[in-house]
């Protein structure tokens, strides 16, 4: 047998086996995580790759061979494209099963610990958007909200990324009474909370949003009126701008930097306790740039 389920009792052991995959996976990942945004993006990689296996109880370990799950994992894991989001599913289901090993008595932990990745990149290739196209992309995204709802909140989805610097998993968290009020208090990752006042040109944007189609609780909702998940947001944002949520996070740190906002008072926006990122998110080449222009002055 794969599983050496802990039990005192034949009765206690009967109810691990046909215990649900999908309450352990509740049961693991509430009992090690507490940020709302790790929950949310773990327990779906954990429940998709589950799937992958065709598993549903406990029990159903002890009819799957070891290796089998491993192959099932490793495709799982290769079906990502970015080498960032393979190192996060790595250590997703590492730790989901090392759960299931050191709780429920698995045998081996089937995630290989590592895989064939490329080196982490030294500057993010996020593709990101100048000051003039980001303008020129809003006033577009502007013309659009007379033609009902779909279009509006795509404009003030895009519009509030673009000014915030925010994940688009801490837009998601915005509500009525933080806009009401001009700060939003929001949950980053590992848990941590942190406050940013609303630029004044995007809370009137999100009241008159709110006030025009009488929205309550979370802002961002979909077009049933059911909270915005990232996962849809993410695709509407994509399809109308041409870029990623995230590519709007690089471009308000590009553009701060390029006023010359110190990276301390850059990483305070962006909600980085770091420089370091902020170091990650310049991709300008400053010191070639300077290079050329101290010879154009010297040689004038």
Known sequence: MNIVLQG?????????????IYETIDEYIYEKYSNPNTISSYKSYIIRHVNKIHFEKLQDLNHIHYIDIRKTIVAFIKSFSSPNTKRVVISCLR????????VYGYKKNPVPA?????PRQSKSLTKSLTFDKIKRLLDKLQSYTKFGF??????????TLATTGLRISEVLQITTQMVEE?????VQKRGKTRKLDLPTQIQKALWDFICLYEIKGQV????TRQAMG???AHRIVKKATGISPHGFRKSVIEMLIEKGI????????????????????????TIAEAHKGLAMDLMQ
């Open 230 to 232: 990232r996962v849809y």
């Open 114 to 118: 590592k895989m064939n990745l490329p």
């Open 95 to 102: 730790g989901f099963w090392n759960y299931l090993c050191d």
């Open 8 to 20: 005192n009792n034949d009765e206690n052991l009967l109810r691990i086996l046909n215990k649900s």
């Open 220 to 223: 961002f909702q979909t077009s």
């Open 150 to 159: 779909c279009d509006h909140v795509k404009y003030v989805l895009t519009a």
């Open 262 to 285: 110190h990276n301390h008072e850059v990483a305070k926006v962006s909600g980085h306790s770091s420089i370091n990122m902020v170091f990650y998110y310049d991709n300008r080449d």
């Open 182 to 186: 001009g700060c939003v208090s929001i």
